[in-house]
């Protein structure tokens, strides 16, 4: 195999596209580093499906409001590359934000940005965090122009972004397909997350709530329950005394789903946990 890219300009990454045989498929993988296994997950269904796959590796900040965790986010380069090679990853795509903002970079106050729409960004994560999809939306339109990648992998434990990019592929008719691939779980059930590396020994063991409140609520639905007030009873009911930010039923529009007989497409169970100072999402799909 030959040796990976690490291209860290926009001219190097259009450069090395200009490289690949337009013939072959080109698989992109976006993420904002401190690779676990829910990522290596990710670009092992990119590498599987595509000749060529790019991992993107940015802490993006538009993402983040002013009193959030950018300057925290962990960042290990280094170490994520040397995974990407080992996952026959073709090329890792890791730019300064100078690099990717420009305008902002030069001292302009703005640049052209997208808003999510108003039904599916400023509900569940974006009531909390009513900038976060516009941040999210606007890094990953710029990857998917600069890439120009046939396909984009993206976890479901992040179900709102998820539903929202597959929206914006949609509303924007972007040529690409999005892939979206399965929770990565550790051996107690706990969804993996670059955050999970805040959490006390305490905390962890606490946080183990969440999947099993998830799956009380999958077994009650398998048995017959169908209303989402005794659904989401049941889950919280597991999750006593935690600090609940939400516990919601939806469907792919991101729309409260009262009972589920009446509802079609997906219904996925959301939750946002504080545990110790984190916020802990999961999900799962019914």
């Known amino acids: 195999m030959s ?6 300009t926009k001219q190097e990454l259009l450069d090395f596209r200009a490289t690949l ?3 072959q498929s080109l698989g992109l993988v976006p993420t904002m580093g401190a690779l676990h296994n829910g990522h290596k997950s990710l670009i092992q269904a990119s590498t599987q499906a595509n000749p060529h796959t790019i991992v993107s590796i940015f802490v993006n900040p538009t993402q983040f409001a002013p009193s959030e965790d950018l300057a925290r986010y962990p960042r290990t380069l280094e170490s994520d590359c040397a995974l990407c090679e080992t996952l026959n990853v073709s090329a890792v ?6 690099e990717i903002y420009p305008s902002k970079a030069q001292g302009a106050l703005d640049e052209v940005s997208l808003l999510p729409p108003k039904s599916m960004g400023y509900v569940l994560e974006g009531f909390a965090r009513p900038t976060h999809f516009a941040g999210v939306l606007q890094i990953v339109l710029k990857l998917f122009m ?6 984009a992998y993206f976890g479901q434990k992040d179900a709102q972004q998820l539903l929202l990019i597959k929206r914006m592929v949609r509303d924007l008719c972007l040529p690409i397909d999005i892939h979206s691939c399965p929770i990565v779980r550790d051996e107690f059930g706990l ?5 999970n590396v805040y959490l006390s020994p305490s905390d962890r063991t606490q946080a183990l709530s969440l999947h099993k409140a998830l799956e009380s609520i999958k077994r009650a639905y398998d048995q017959g329950i169908t209303t989402s007030q005794e659904l989401q009873n049941i889950g919280r009911a597991e999750l006593k005394d935690m600090d609940i ?6 469907d792919e529009n991101l729309s409260l789903v009262e009972d589920l007989r009446h509802s079609y497409g997906a219904r996925i169970v959301v939750l946002a946990v504080n545990v110790g100072g984190v916020r802990l999402l999961d999900n799962i799909w019914l």
Do not use: C, G, K, Q
């Open 3 to 8: 040796s990976m890219a690490i291209l860290h």
């Open 21 to 23: 045989d337009p013939r």
């Open 93 to 98: 795509f890791a730019p300064s934000v100078e």
């Open 146 to 151: 600069l890439t120009r990648a046939h396909n």
């Open 191 to 195: 969804a993996l997350s670059s955050r």
């Open 245 to 250: 930010e939400y516990l919601e039923i939806i």
